[in-house]
């Protein structure tokens, strides 16, 4: 999962296609918050190093060349519950699975050059042109310690309140591709929340994600507890567990039939 720019995106996005949720691209984040005139911002590196240094340090991300994560996932108000997993590989090779109660399996994977999603509303599709691109993006294993490689500008814009916790608001670019807005706790230096507008042949879908419960696994922390919001319906994603270098199957990211 990923957080600082995270895969559980991608996750929103696959499950709110399944229910057959039109996209909406009515509301969008807003990319220039404002810093009061007697706030000096910090450069966008140093916020990104005070963030690697909070979560465990760049060694200790690096160090594992697998990820697992699982868990399980609600969606309200249709009152949908499930479970997830998500493998994320060193190479940049991407695999998730929810299953939800009454509907079935939503399963979604990129190999490093082919991405494609499936589901029982859409059953199995390949991803194209800009939201392949995007997904490609999102799937860059070590995006969390080395934010250069999935953005070409990445900048402080101002200062913001999540909840009652002050944060500097940066924003990743990409051309081409929607920006990211990120909101990093100024004391601890956590990420807090993210704003992304994802893509999809349908049109955009609009989400607002906030990260709570941070656990250290393996000298490295992640956040137990997801919230991602949507103009239409929330989903809650709580994190069972957490494993490393597990053996990965090829087969896994090989589309169905």
Not at 75 to 102: A, C
Not at 171 to 185: H, K, M
Not at 188 to 214: C, H, K, M, W
Not at 219 to 226: L, N, R, S, Y
């Amino acid at each position: 999962m990923k957080r600082l720019f995270g895969s559980l995106f991608v996750l929103t996005f696959l499950v709110s296609a399944a229910v057959a949720q039109k996209p909406d691209s009515s509301k969008t984040p807003d990319p220039k918050p404002v810093a009061p005139p007697s706030v000096k911002l910090p450069a966008a590196k140093d916020v990104v190093e005070k963030y690697v240094k909070a979560i465990g340090g760049k060694d200790a991300y690096l160090k594992h060349r697998s990820r697992v994560e699982s868990g399980t996932i609600e969606l309200t108000p249709m009152g949908l519950k499930g479970t997830y997993e998500n493998l994320s590989v060193s190479d940049n090779r991407v695999f998730s699975k929810i299953s939800i109660d009454g509907f079935g399996d939503v399963l979604n994977s990129f190999d490093g050059k082919l991405g494609w999603s499936s589901n029982p509303a859409q059953g199995s599709r390949l991803r194209e042109g800009k939201e392949l691109e995007q997904f490609r993006h999102q799937s860059i294993y070590d995006r969390e310690v080395n934010p250069e490689k999935a953005f070409t500008s990445l900048v402080v814009r101002g200062v913001e309140n999540v909840g009652d916790r002050k944060t500097y608001v940066l924003v990743g670019s990409t051309s081409g591709l929607p920006d990211e807005i990120i909101y990093f706790d100024v004391d601890s230096g956590l990420v807090l929340r993210r704003d992304n507008i994802l893509l999809a042949p349908e049109g955009q879908q609009a989400t607002t994600a906030f990260y709570e419960d941070y656990r250290d696994v393996g000298g490295v922390k992640w956040p137990f507890k997801t919230r991602a919001k949507t103009p239409a319906f929330e989903l809650l994603f709580v994190v069972s567990e957490i494993k490393y270098d597990v053996p990965v199957e090829d087969s896994k990211f090989k589309r169905p039939n």
